[in-house]
Nanobody, 115 residues
Framework: QVQLVESGGDLVQAGGSLRLSCEAS????????MAWYRRAPGKERELAAT???????VYADSVKGRFTISRDNAKNTTSLQMNSLKPEDTGVYYC?????????WGQGTQVTVSS
């Protein structure tokens, strides 16, 4: 049974920081590329950040320089450190595990950034 369990979503003030975490089970974690997607209210889903099994990272232009994705293969976890948060960062954030075109999704966690 594959499970991705997210935590860390909260209501924060603009300029503040949050750290999202995702714990995976039921997969060979080290083989998977991990990614964080987000969906702002009324907008299309966006790929915010990804980290390969080898540690290579890619960021959306909208978050580059402010967000950092990481992984800990010993703990089967991935994290998204979010700094200098803006109101437009508000949305539901989803953790995904990806391999050979197959993606597993977490339940999502709400991030709200107030003006």
């Amino acid at each position: 049974q594959v499970q991705l369990v997210e935590s860390g979503g909260d209501l924060v003030q603009a300029g503040g920081s949050l750290r999202l975490s995702c714990e995976a089970s039921g997969i060979n974690f080290s083989f998977y590329t991990m990614a964080w997607y987000r969906r702002a209210p009324g907008k299309e889903r966006e790929l915010a950040a990804t980290i390969s099994n080898g540690g290579n990272t890619v960021y959306a232009d909208s978050v580059k320089g402010r967000f950092t994705i990481s992984r800990d293969n010993a703990k089967n976890t991935t994290s998204l450190q979010m700094n200098s948060l803006k109101p437009e960062d508000t949305g539901v954030y989803y953790c995904t595990a990806n391999r050979w075109g197959r993606a597993y999704w977490g339940q999502g966690t709400q991030v709200t950034v107030s003006s």
